[in-house]
């Protein structure tokens, strides 16, 4: 079989995933299977399929376990990882305030990381609340 035919058989069976509301950690594992059995097939049109599915995260978080993006990387602003879109935006094609909103978005995401952190007790003693200062001066959103 020609393999730009294998857009064919992975389609239906996103689209299938995403309609029946599939959890996206059952999406992302059968997708990512699928991708990786359709690659060792030789399958390089998977970027059109990628194309296809650039609202759907769990679905471009499968193509990204197997390094497959869109060639323009619009893939990485859909994500839902900021420091994918960041690193996506290091064109020209992107204007302050696209870089405005990846930025906050990578703000709060590390503010999150250190709010779910635990800290070790002899760090608690030493800091204090330091690290929840400090997540609050980066996202000053509370969780």
Known sequence: MGWNSANRIFDPVAKALVDTGAAADVTRKVLADLIRELRDGDWDTCDESLEDFLDQPAVIAAFHDHNIHTQDRRCCLVGGDARDALQAMRGDEFTKDEMSVALNAFAHQLAQK????????????MFGNG?????????????
């Open 114 to 125: 250190i709010r779910e952190t635990e800290l070790p007790q002899d760090y608690v003693d």
């Open 131 to 143: 690290t929840r200062w400090a997540a609050d001066l980066i996202d000053p959103q509370k969780p």
